[in-house]
């Protein structure tokens, strides 16, 4: 940690904006990308409740104030820092349906998984995944967290700009699905930013999953759901739904960074991704100028190899990600690095619908949690009469190509973009927890943040307004293929990018602060007993201490 909570890159005066300073507490801290989101996990801190408590209450508040990022219907992830040092991840996503081989969607024309509507669907993984973290860490009921989440869709929130953006982009395909326009398009237009969104069937869907959340894979809400997706046309049967509610703690995955230990989400999710740039990275990266043009060509190549493993040899029902992190992969894509062979068009959408949050409590005890619907509402397909919204995951992540170990299979999860990750130090004390959304921005976005912490001190609020960089675009089933560019916020000055371009890059200026994401950290001052909070002003970040 810098001695001073003020270090952040040099930009030119007229790109900036007002600085931030780190949010500083002596208890607990919650984060994310909305206020009331990050004030339900406060209150819970607050209240007396830990770090998991305060990740469940913020998951639901943030389905009626983000619900286009994320929901019921959606996907979940999440890392858990135990004050004893133990780290352990839940991975909630789903199955396609079991009808679902490659030749279910030849037979009907298709060239690829159709990215809206009922056979963009995978079974849901969110509400197995808040189970699993409720029963393994939290001190509260669930209907206690929740009960804040069912005032808020009985009485709605109110619309922001970014939600009413949201809506608007996709009012055609939400209008046409009946309870989506009662909910979210009031009169038939996108609502008025601060129009209060409420969703009474949303919010009876929350108070029956607080008292059961297994009925969604095996009661009423599952058969309704099943049905209603059978009906048009998506070949589930119901046994792809009981299978995806059944999720346990697992190990995170790890590796070594900077003296520092990274703590990773496991497959289906990229977070392998994070520790191989990283690897890539170590013992080099930290010695050249932050945010200079080696330093961002050093990354931007790493990203392309580790997307050029995923899209060519992975998958979720695979071990193949682990050959990418051995001693003899890293030094063989180092070298690849060093004679500028890192592959280019590997990358994908640096953008896509989710939120992420991070809690951390007075006893040490650490969340970050993610969650999505894959792209914005998801499907734009409502379970009929309970408000919720499910996702379209198969048609975002998995390929319909011959043979390719990503191709969409019945059983198999689509890979995904979700990633959560924390670091601690050689005696196992937590040091950083963090995320962000954006697609396949993700993993490179993480990689920078994990970089600004631990190799040049920066503290969370600076760390998570440093200007960004993106390779784009190519892993999203939907753009595959795409001419590769690199975006880059032109807050890394006209020198870097110039710099850039001289190494080969086609650099795409995405203005002082376009580059995307919205990410989150909390950092632990040992030496001054304190947390540091930080959050993304692009979007609507918000960090609270208690």
């Not at 509400?127 to 005032?151: I, K, M, N, S, Y």
């Not at 008292?211 to 759901?225: I, K």
């Not at 619907?373 to 919204?389: D, E, N, R």
């Not at 924390?422 to 994990?450: C, F, I, K, M, S």
Request: hydrophobic share 45%; proline share 8%; glycine share 12%.
């Amino acid at each position: 940690m810098a001695e001073t909570y003020e270090t952040r890159p040099p930009a030119p005066a007229e790109q900036q904006r007002p600085p931030r300073a780190p949010v500083l507490a002596a208890g607990g801290m919650a984060a994310s990308a909305h206020p009331a989101v990050t004030f339900a996990g406060a209150a819970v801190l607050r209240d007396g409740g830990n770090a998991v408590d305060a990740a469940l209450a913020m998951a639901a508040t943030s389905w009626l104030a983000l619900p286009g990022q994320c929901g019921v219907g959606g996907d979940a992830f999440a890392v858990v820092r135990e004050p004893d040092g133990r780290v352990w991840t839940v991975c909630g996503s789903g199955y396609g349906p079991d009808g679902g081989d490659p030749g279910f969607y030849a037979d009907r024309g298709h060239t690829a998984v159709p990215l809206t509507g009922p056979l963009s669907v995978a079974v849901p993984g969110a509400p197995a995944a808040l189970a699993a973290l409720h029963a393994a860490g939290a001190t509260r009921a669930l209907a206690d967290l929740w009960a804040p989440a069912v005032r808020a869709a009985e009485e709605g929130l109110p619309c922001t700009a970014k939600t009413r953006r949201d809506i608007a982009e996709e009012a055609r395909l939400l209008a046409a699905d009946p309870d989506a326009l009662r909910n979210l398009l009031p009169g038939g237009r996108p609502p008025a930013v601060g129009h209060r969104l409420a969703q009474p069937d949303l919010a009876a869907t929350i108070r029956t999953l607080a008292d059961d959340p297994a009925a969604f894979y095996t009661g009423a809400f599952a058969e309704r759901a099943v049905a209603a997706l059978r009906a048009a046309g998506a070949p589930f049967s119901g046994e792809e739904w009981a299978l995806t509610g059944d999720v346990s703690p697992e190990p995170a995955i790890s590796a070594a960074y900077g003296g520092r230990t990274v703590h990773q989400t496991p497959p289906p999710t990229p977070g392998w991704m994070v520790l191989q740039q990283l690897a890539i990275s170590d013992g080099t990266l930290g010695g050249l100028p932050p945010l200079g043009a080696d330093a961002v060509h050093l990354l931007a190549s790493a990203a392309r190899l580790s997307f050029a493993d995923r899209v060519g040899r992975c998958a979720s029902d695979t071990g193949v990600w682990r050959e990418t992190l051995t001693p003899a992969a890293v030094a063989a894509a180092r070298e690849r690095v060093a004679r500028g062979a890192a592959p280019a068009g590997a990358a994908g959408r640096a953008d896509g619908d989710t939120t992420s949050m991070v809690a951390v409590d007075a006893e040490g005890r650490a969340v970050s949690y993610i969650h999505s619907l894959a792209f914005a509402f998801g499907s734009k397909t409502t379970v009929p009469g309970t408000g919720v919204l499910l996702n379209n995951r198969l048609g975002r992540g998995a390929y319909l190509v011959p043979g390719h170990p990503n191709e969409v299979r019945p059983r198999r999860r689509p890979l995904h973009t979700l990633n959560a990750w924390l670091v601690t130090d050689a005696a196992g004390r937590l040091e950083h927890v963090g995320n962000t959304p954006g697609g396949d921005g993700q993993v490179q976005w993480n990689t920078q943040l994990v970089s600004h912490l631990v190799d040049h001190g920066l503290d969370p609020q600076a760390a998570v307004e440093a200007p960004r960089f993106t390779v784009h675009p190519g892993s999203d089933a939907d753009v595959v293929g795409q001419p590769e560019e690199l975006r880059c916020e032109s807050r890394l000055g006209a020198a870097v990018l110039a710099g850039l371009r001289e190494r080969g890059h086609a650099v795409a200026d995405a203005g002082p602060w376009g580059g995307g994401g919205s990410a989150m950290v909390v950092s632990v001052d040992a030496a001054r007993g304190c947390l540091l909070g930080g959050a993304d002003p692009r979007q609507d970040g918000v960090a609270i201490g208690v």
